[in-house]
């Protein structure tokens, strides 16, 4: 079962946007509009703060966006601030009652 | 308070066994399906199991299928994760979560350490 595939890593100034991508295939991405995205902060749980490809959970800011092409996702933060710096991880729902993960990507704020 | 608590993890040798537990607060337990993930020192996120309301609907990663097992138990609020011949690559903080929409996890423990050695 191979890994959803995201950028290594990402960077972006204070007030700017940023994009991470997100890469499956017609078994999880592709075919269902179950992604969702994640924040790690440093030695912390994951918080939701995207699902079902576009949504936002209560209290997650609108900074925050989520949209999907084909089997590309995507996750936008715009107004980019210092406390976005995190890992941002996103799963996907997968053909056979499945759950998969991409490798994560390091969000730097310069 | 919605809250997530496991616990059971520690330093075990290849191929010996080891039970995760986790205990579910402030939420209707039964109504929702849950999941284990684990993240080793360093790395990304890994799905390894999940389990529908009743347990009657289980599924696994491919790397722990055949030897982890995961159930759970309404009456007492609690999810498990019997995990045997187990490995040094199954050496992570293993989490469990509150599934609300198709893997969408929404609330996460604080997650708990296995360490698998030689």
């Known amino acids: 079962q191979s890994a959803l595939t995201q950028p290594a890593s990402v960077s972006g100034s204070p007030g700017q946007s940023i994009t991470i991508s997100c890469t499956g295939s017609?078994?999880?991405?592709?075919?269902?509009?179950?992604v969702s995205w994640y924040q790690q902060l440093p030695d912390k749980a994951p918080k939701l703060i995207i699902y079902?490809?576009?949504h936002r959970p209560s209290g997650i800011s609108n900074r925050f966006s989520g949209s999907k092409s084909g089997s590309t996702a995507s996750l936008t933060i715009s107004g980019l601030q210092a406390e976005d710096e995190a890992d941002y991880y996103c799963?996907?729902?997968?053909?056979?009652?499945?759950?998969?993960f991409g490798g994560g990507t390091r969000l730097t704020v310069l | 308070e919605v809250r997530l608590v496991e616990s059971g993890g520690g330093v075990v040798r290849t191929g010996e066994s080891l039970r995760l537990s986790c205990g579910a607060f402030?939420?209707?337990?039964?109504?929702?399906?849950m999941s284990w993930v684990r993240q080793a020192p360093g790395r990304g996120l890994e799905w390894v199991s999940g389990?529908?309301?009743?347990?009657?609907?289980?599924s696994y990663a491919d790397s722990v299928k055949g030897r982890f097992i995961i159930s759970r138990d309404n009456a007492k609020n609690s999810l498990y994760l019997q995990m045997s011949s187990l490995r040094a690559e199954d050496t992570a903080l293993y989490y469990c979560?509150?599934?609300?929409?198709?893997?969408?996890?929404?609330?996460w423990g604080q997650g708990t350490m296995v360490t698998v050695s030689s």
């Open positions: 979560a509150r599934d609300v929409s198709y893997i969408a996890l929404d609330t």
């Open positions: 402030g939420f209707t337990f039964d109504g929702h399906g």
């Open positions: 389990i529908n309301w009743n347990g009657a609907s289980i």
């Open positions: 017609s078994s999880d991405v592709g075919a269902y509009n179950s």
């Open positions: 079902d490809v576009n």
């Open positions: 799963s996907s729902y997968r053909i056979g009652n499945l759950g998969v």
